[in-house]
């Protein structure tokens, strides 16, 4: 079953706008990640947040990480077109190194 | 600069069919995986494997095997390629240590069987 489910399923912004998406999930986690991934490539890393740590920040990117409410929020700010791609979120689901992804936040920013 | 190669792009393959999905990483990681990704339904992990010769199935083995000779390379195999097998094959991998830690994926292989 998917651990991680990604909230909107879609979102179309204009370029400058800030876009947030948001991952609920259902039991404890260790970590949480996010990637992306641009139409038809591989997925690439962008941040992992422990279960200890409520916020971290990378470049233009905001994570936040609420275990009470078993939910994540994803936030890009001053957006570019070629941020343009789907992100997903990943939880260590238990197991040795295994993480289950969601289905996905698809992002288009409009020039 | 950390690299995982996947031994096609595309691929086109008849219902029946042997296939071979190749995956290679230079990065020396012992961690390796291959996922399905379809349309609504994220990535699904068919299997992984955390040392040379070591395999666990994932979430949805059925119909693939996989085999691991050397570190770097894990191998995805169709026995009997099916239409439903018509997918985007990821091929990812990580260092060992903590659980669920940084995966590193491939471009990915599109395959289509007729």
């Known amino acids: 079953s998917q651990q991680g489910e990604e909230d909107p399923q879609a979102l179309s912004i204009q370029e400058g706008e800030n876009a947030t998406m948001n991952c609920s999930y259902k039991t404890s986690i260790n970590n949480l990640q996010w990637y992306r991934q641009n139409s038809g490539r591989g997925l690439v890393h962008l941040i992992l947040?422990?279960?200890?740590?409520r916020e971290k920040h990378s470049g233009r990117l905001r994570v936040t990480l609420d275990t009470s409410k078993k939910s994540s929020s994803l936030l890009i700010t001053a957006s570019r077109a070629a941020d343009t791609a789907s992100y997903f979120c990943a939880t260590d689901a238990g197991g040795y190194q295994k993480v289950t992804f969601g289905t996905g936040t698809k992002l288009q920013v409009i020039p | 600069d950390v690299k995982v190669t996947q031994s096609s792009r595309y691929l086109v393959k008849r219902t029946g069919e042997k296939v071979f999905l190749e995956c290679v990483q230079d990065m020396d990681h012992e961690n390796m995986f291959w996922y399905r990704q379809d349309p609504g339904l994220g990535l699904r992990l068919i299997y992984f494997s955390y040392d040379v010769k070591m395999k666990e199935k994932g979430d949805i083995p059925e119909g693939y095997s996989v085999s691991r000779e050397k570190k770097e390379r894990f191998s995805l195999i169709l026995e009997s390629a099916s239409t439903n097998q018509t997918s985007m094959y990821l091929c990812?991998?990580?260092?060992?240590?903590?659980?669920?830690?940084?995966?590193?994926f491939g471009p990915g292989t599109r395959l289509t069987v007729l």
């Open positions: 947040i422990r279960s200890n740590e």
């Open positions: 990812a991998s990580s260092p060992p240590g903590r659980r669920g830690d940084t995966q590193y």
